[in-house]
């Protein structure tokens, strides 16, 4: 079984979002991207995923009087980034 792709830092907890049987990992990437856009954030978001080479993670820290949206699409599109060289294994 596949390690879920977990956000933490929401004000709520940690957001995990697991590998569904068949899924592409676009569709479970787009998954938890919905979910994080859902959340409220605290003043650090890590992400953190599994993938060939291992565990990797990214951290975004919110900028003075960046909003929640802001703050969830800067750290989403950090993260983006770097599953493209390392892609989350299902």
């Known amino acids: 079984m596949a390690s879920p792709i977990v956000t933490k830092g929401m004000t709520s907890g940690n957001i995990s979002t697991t590998h569904k049987p068949n899924e592409s990992v ?7 991207n919905s979910s994080v856009s ?10 953190e995923w599994e993938c060939a080479s ?9 900028a ?5 949206a802001d703050f969830i699409l800067r750290h989403e599109a950090q993260y983006m980034l770097a599953m493209d060289s ?3 294994v299902p």
């Open 26 to 32: 676009a569709a479970w990437v787009a998954r938890h």
């Open 38 to 47: 859902q959340g409220t954030p605290g003043n650090t978001l890590t992400t």
């Open 54 to 62: 291992g565990q990797e993670s990214e951290r975004t820290d919110r």
């Open 64 to 68: 003075a009087g960046e909003s929640d």
């Open 86 to 88: 390392c892609p989350p």
